[in-house]
């Protein structure tokens, strides 16, 4: 029982603030700042969709990020952020 109050405590530790809507407006008007702030706070993210395990001959896992997937990520949120249009 107590692993499981250890378990909720530390998820609920992790709850990250949302970014302001002032840097969302400004990402969306293409303010370079604003879009940088906006890849830092998703910077985890995308880290962890780019992430792939690796097995090598003895069975040992590695777990590798792929770059090229991570910068695509990255360039994808970048142009959903300036199509993006708000009412």
Do not use: H, W
Request: charged residues 30%.
């Amino acid at each position: 029982m107590r692993k499981k109050e250890n378990a909720k405590l530390k998820k609920s530790n992790r709850k990250r603030l949302l970014l302001p809507l002032a840097v969302i407006l400004a990402a969306m008007r293409g303010e370079e700042p604003a879009i940088r702030q906006v890849l830092t706070y998703y910077e985890r993210y995308i880290t962890r969709l780019a992430s792939k395990e690796l097995y090598d001959r003895y069975g040992n896992l590695y777990i590798c990020v792929d770059y090229e997937l991570k910068t695509e990520l990255q360039n994808k949120l970048i142009a959903g952020i300036l199509k993006f249009r708000a009412m």
